[in-house]
């Protein structure tokens, strides 16, 4: 990659700048003020299923543990929170220098998705850049983190113009791809603390960290997000897998999660026995009655104070929200809960 010396044209992109089913950003100001309130003490934070990391960032005050069970997020937060030192200048030189290029060949993306969800021409331009990003992560070029941050813009410039209504379970066919892909300079700050990324089974995870405040947000209902998001997990990993059928999707067997089965119940149980911490703070909205079959909760709030109880003294605090949908919702009173468990 050439080094362009006289910078001076980019957008930059902050963490929110991402569509992400179940996306907490907008509830932030909610879950820090029971936070402030409520909890006494707090060095450390884990946030275990992380999702794109909104609800970590707001504790950058804290070290920070963050764990998604989906490589793509995380990628996106060892980004945004890694401890790792990175080079803004290269990260700008980079991005641009793939803003400048035109891009014309064939290859993994080209093959397996032009004039799906993104053009032909887009696709060689991701298969190009992604690539790229992988051979000089290889040789050197770039650390763990730079390479990270790169990922990550291609990810959120990935978004901006998917032909989709925010997940990739379909595409409309027919449309004239009038966006084009432009990455943009993501804005990540240098962490002094010593902050953890992981990639793993969150009920796994919990039997070997330890923090202040757990904080947990599983998936609610049987959508899977490793269905919804299969295309960019797929360009995170870059392992060139076979995709099938319409929508175009790869294996992902290993990475579907309980808490979209009817196993949640059990898995919640388990989860909460190992875990070590001060306080758990659990987001589960209200949605046991409502929408379609998929969208019911798969765990009753019941089972949810009777885990917790049994884990130390239970609070529970609401506020109303309209939440980020794949656009077939109708529920106009959302109501997300925080169960706020200060352990014995």
Not at 4 to 14: C, G, L, Q
Not at 105 to 119: H, K, L, Q, R, V
Not at 260 to 273: D, M, Y
Not at 314 to 321: H, L, N
Request: charged share 25%.
């Amino acid at each position: 990659m050439s080094n362009i010396s006289n910078v001076s044209t980019y957008r930059t992109t902050a963490i929110n700048n991402r569509r992400y089913l179940g996306n907490k950003y907008k509830l932030l100001p909610f879950i820090t003020n029971v936070v402030n309130l409520n909890c006494t003490e707090i060095k450390s934070v884990a946030d275990i299923f992380s999702g794109t990391g909104a609800v970590a960032s707001a504790f950058l005050d804290k070290r920070i543990i963050t764990n998604d069970i989906l490589y793509s997020n995380y990628i996106c937060n060892l980004a945004w929170f890694s401890s790792e030192r990175f080079s803004k200048q290269k990260i700008i030189n980079y991005i641009v220098n793939y803003n400048s290029f035109s891009i014309d060949e064939e290859n993994y993306m080209t093959e397996n998705f032009a004039d799906t969800y993104f053009s032909k021409d887009d696709c060689s331009r991701i298969g190009y850049i992604r690539q790229n990003i992988e051979d000089d992560f290889l040789a050197g070029e770039l650390n763990e983190r730079e390479r990270a941050i790169l990922i990550t813009s291609l990810l959120y410039a990935m978004d901006k113009i998917a032909n989709t209504c925010g997940h990739y379970d379909a595409y409309r066919k027919g449309v004239e791809f009038d966006k084009h892909l432009e990455l943009a300079v993501p804005t990540p700050k240098q962490n002094k603390r010593k902050n953890q990324c992981f990639n793993e089974d969150a009920n796994e995870l919990v039997k070997h960290i330890k923090a202040d405040l757990v904080y947990i947000d599983p998936p609610y209902n049987s959508r899977q997000y490793c269905d919804t998001y299969h295309l960019i997990e797929n360009v995170a990993r870059w392992e060139k897998p076979v995709v099938s059928g319409v929508a175009r999707k790869p294996d992902r067997s290993a990475i579907k999660s309980d808490y979209c089965t009817k196993k949640a119940s059990t898995a919640f149980e388990e989860l909460i026995g190992n875990i070590n911490a001060h306080y758990i703070l659990l987001s589960y909205n209200n949605m046991a009655n409502k929408g379609n079959d998929r969208s019911n909760a798969r765990i009753t709030d019941d089972v949810i104070l009777k885990v917790l109880g049994e884990k130390g003294d239970v609070q529970v605090f609401s506020e109303s929200y309209k939440a980020f949908t794949a656009g077939k919702s109708n529920i106009d009173d959302n109501e997300e809960r925080l169960f706020l468990c200060k352990c014995y």
